[in-house]
C-alpha cells in the first residue's frame, strides 16, 4: 500500500510514517498543501492521510483536484477536535473517514485496515495471479503452496503492479513508487527493466507469467480477469 502523509507538523507526519513502514506501508511525506497537490498529480496512491489545517491550503480542495484527476485513492481527513463542519464536507466530498487529533496511531491503522477491506477488499486477500497466489498480508507469492524466493523490491514491484491490475505503469510511476524519488535519465528506466527481468525469470521457473506484460515505449501491466 502506497500513502500520502499530508501533515504540516512535521514531527507528527515523520512518527506516522515510521509507524506505517513498520507495518508494511509504502510511505510519502507533504508536509504543505501545494507539495500534496504536486504528488498527488504525478503519483498512485492507495492512501491519502490528509490533515485539514495546512497553512497553504484548504485541504479539502486537495480531494477535489485529486478526484477531478480521477484519482480513486482513499482519504483519510484528519481534523482539529470539534471541526464538525469540516468533517461533514469531507465525508460530502467522497473522503473515507475521518480521525479527531489527538488519535492513537493504533487507531491510525485499524481505520486504514478497515476502509482498505471496504474500499480494495484485498489487504488481508490472496490473490491469483496466473498458477501463483500473491499473499498480500505475509507479502510472499506462492506456486503451488511453495514460496517463490524473490527480492524484497521485486515483490514491491510485483505487488504494486497487481494492485493496479489492468492498469497500465509507467516506467517513472514504477520507480517512484518503489525508490521513492523521480527517474531522471535512461540508466535509471533501465533499472525498472531488470527488475522486471528477474521477477520474470524467477516465476518462469515456475510457470508462465503472460499476465505479466510489457506495453512498448510506456512501461508494464498485470492482465487479470
Ligand atoms: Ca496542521
Same mark, same amino acid.
Given at each position: 500500500? &502506497? ?17 506505517? +513502514? ?10 504543505? !498543501?501545494?507539495?500534496?497537490?504536486? +504528488?498527488?498529480?504525478?503519483? @498512485?496512491?492507495?492512501?491519502?492521510? %490528509?490533515? @485539514? !489545517? @495546512? ?12 478526484? &477531478? ?17 469540516? +468533517? ?5 466530498? !467522497?473522503?473515507?473517514?475521518? %480521525? ?12 486504514? #485496515? ?6 480494495? &477488499?484485498?489487504?488481508? #486477500?490472496? %490473490? ?15 506456486? +503451488? ?40 535519465? #535512461?540508466?535509471?528506466? &533501465? ?11 524467477? @516465476? ?19 492482465? %487479470?480477469?
Amino acid at each position: 500500500m &502506497n500513502v500520502l502523509i499530508v501533515e504540516d507538523e512535521r514531527s507528527l507526519a515523520n512518527e506516522i510514517a515510521s509507524f506505517l +513502514k513498520a507495518e508494511g506501508f509504502l510511505c510519502e511525506l507533504a508536509f504543505t !498543501g501545494l507539495e500534496a497537490s504536486e +504528488k498527488i498529480a504525478i503519483n @498512485l496512491y492507495d492512501f491519502v492521510l %490528509l490533515d @485539514l !489545517g @495546512l497553512p497553504d491550503y484548504n485541504g479539502l480542495d486537495l480531494i477535489t483536484e485529486a478526484r &477531478n484527476q480521477g484519482s480513486d485513492a482513499a482519504f483519510i481527513i484528519i481534523t482539529a477536535r470539534g471541526a464538525v463542519d469540516d +468533517k461533514v464536507k469531507g465525508l460530502d466530498l !467522497g473522503a473515507d473517514d475521518y %480521525l479527531a487529533k489527538p488519535f492513537a496511531l493504533v487507531e491510525l491503522f485499524s481505520r486504514i #485496515q478497515a476502509v482498505a477491506r471496504r474500499k480494495f &477488499n484485498i489487504l488481508n #486477500q490472496n %490473490l491469483n495471479v496466473g498458477d501463483f497466489v500473491v499473499e498480500l498480508q505475509s507479502r510472499k507469492i506462492t506456486w +503451488k503452496g511453495k514460496e517463490v524466493i524473490i527480492t524484497r523490491k521485486e515483490y514491491d514491484l510485483l505487488q504494486y503492479l497487481i494492485i493496479n491490475r489492468n492498469k497500465v505503469l509507467t516506467r517513472n510511476q514504477l520507480y517512484e513508487h518503489i525508490w521513492g524519488n523521480i527517474l531522471d535519465d #535512461q540508466y535509471d528506466s &533501465n533499472f525498472i527493466d531488470v527488475h522486471i527481468k528477474n521477477v520474470r525469470k524467477k @516465476l518462469n521457473e515456475h510457470s508462465p507469467t503472460p499476465w505479466l506484460e510489457t506495453v512498448r515505449g510506456i512501461g508494464y501491466r498485470v492482465s %487479470l480477469e
